[in-house]
Each structure stands twice: as C-alpha cells, then as structure tokens.
C-alpha cells in the first residue's frame, strides 16, 4: 500500500522558535496534501489542504501565518510552525491523496503523526 | 455542512466479546463516502473501510463487519471475538463525493479489550 512517512516524530522547542514538519509520499505522487492537528483525546481537525505548486487552502480559524505550509513537490509537503508557543502542542497529521487509475483516488493515506511539545 | 457523531466516548469490553461501535453522519450532499480509522496508541492512522453511498451492502473482512443503513445515516461497526490488538481509537469520517474532497471525521471511540 501507499506509505506517507513524517519527519520529525517528535520535536521539543522553545517558545518562539520555528519547527518545519515534513510529510512525503514515498511510492506514489500526492497531487493533494492534507494537514490535520490533534490534541489528546481529541478529534483530528483539519488544518489546511495543500495542491502542489498552489497556495494551500486553509480552514475557518487556522492561521495562514503561523502555519506556513510549502507543497512544492508532488512528494513533499512542509509545515511550519512560526513563532510557535505552548499552546500550538499537539499531533500534527499530514495524509496524502494520489491520482488513482480513474483520475481519481478517495484513500487519503496517513503519515505516522509528529508530536510538537513547545516549552 | 457534513456531521459525525460518534456517541460513545469509551467503551471497556472483555476479550473475545462482541462490540459494536455507532457513527451516525449527516451531509446535505447526496453522494458521499463513509470511513472507519483505527488509531493504535503509536498514533498513526489506519484505514479500516471506505464505504461508497450508493453501495448499501454490509460488508465483512474477518472479525470486522460493517452495517451501513441509509434510511437512518449510520455506519456502524462491529468486532467479533474481540482481541486485546483491537484497543484503540476508532474514528468514523465523512467525506463528499465531489468537492475538495475533505474528511471529516467524528469524535471517535475509545476502545479498550480487558484481557
């Protein structure tokens, strides 16, 4: 099956230092990318949806600036979290879709996840 | 706007017992697709089942089957002869057929096998 692996797993920062997460698709190509957050014990929320080589489409409450997210290869997805502070802790989750036989595919896979701990 | 609900927060059950988990979605859309996820404490997701809403057959794959009833939007899922590997978090998730083809996913269960 399709892997999505994520770099780093884990990462401790200062408060108000940057960390870059990078989410790639290692067997197939990911027109779309998606990113999600999870804080413990919660849902996944969807954070942004990257297209390679267009801006990424971010939702309803996200901030565009503190999450810069970079899709500039069709295996590459980076985010960056900017001038991060305790409370952006969390489980970030990228998935990635690919282009099925039929132009479309509906599986979106998911990476292992990155635990972001901000002190 | 696309809904999931997944009422039951946690669910303790002995080993090798019968468990059922509820996910009722609503969407105003008229096709969509209908998943499961399993997430094990190392965190990452595993797909379980994509289901298709114009498919409203009960599918099964080994001890997991699944029950999708149109008529009252639920996408329920079972476990049979449950295992201590089945402890996880179970999520249901939404997603339109046409569209940007975003997930939604409910508030998942907590499943724990008592061994």
């Known amino acids: 099956g399709a892997v999505v692996s994520q770099h780093p797993s884990r990462v401790i920062c200062k408060s108000g230092t940057s960390v870059k997460i990078e989410c790639r698709s290692l067997?197939?190509?990911?027109?779309?990318m998606f990113w999600y957050r999870q804080f413990p014990k919660q849902s996944l929320m969807l954070m942004a949806t990257?297209?390679?080589?267009?801006?990424?489409?971010?939702e309803q409450g996200v901030e565009k600036d503190k999450f810069l997210i970079n899709h500039a290869s069709l295996t590459l997805s980076t985010l960056t979290v900017t001038s991060a502070h305790p409370e952006d802790s969390s489980f970030y989750i990228c998935?990635?879709?690919?282009?099925?036989?039929?132009?479309?595919?509906?599986?979106?896979?998911f990476g292992p996840g990155t635990r972001l701990t901000v002190t | 706007a696309q809904k999931v609900t997944q009422a039951q927060t946690e669910i303790s059950v002995v080993e090798k017992e019968d468990v059922t988990l509820d996910c009722v979605y609503e969407t105003r859309d008229t096709t969509y697709y209908l998943f499961w996820y399993k997430q094990p404490p190392s965190g990452e997701l595993v797909f379980l089942i994509r289901r298709n809403s114009f498919d409203e057959q009960n599918e099964i794959s080994g001890r997991y089957s699944w029950n999708f009833q149109k008529s009252t939007s639920s996408f329920n899922f079972t476990i049979t002869a449950s295992q201590v590997v089945d402890s996880a978090v179970y999520f249901c998730?939404?997603?339109?057929?046409?569209?940007?083809?975003?997930?939604?996913f409910g508030t998942g269960t907590r499943l724990t096998i008592i061994p």
């Open positions: 998730a939404l997603m339109a057929f046409f569209g940007n083809e975003k997930l939604t």
């Open positions: 990257s297209n390679e080589g267009s801006k990424a489409t971010y």
């Open positions: 998935s990635a879709r690919g282009e099925g036989i039929s132009g479309r595919s509906y599986e979106q896979y």
């Open positions: 067997d197939f190509q990911a027109t779309t």
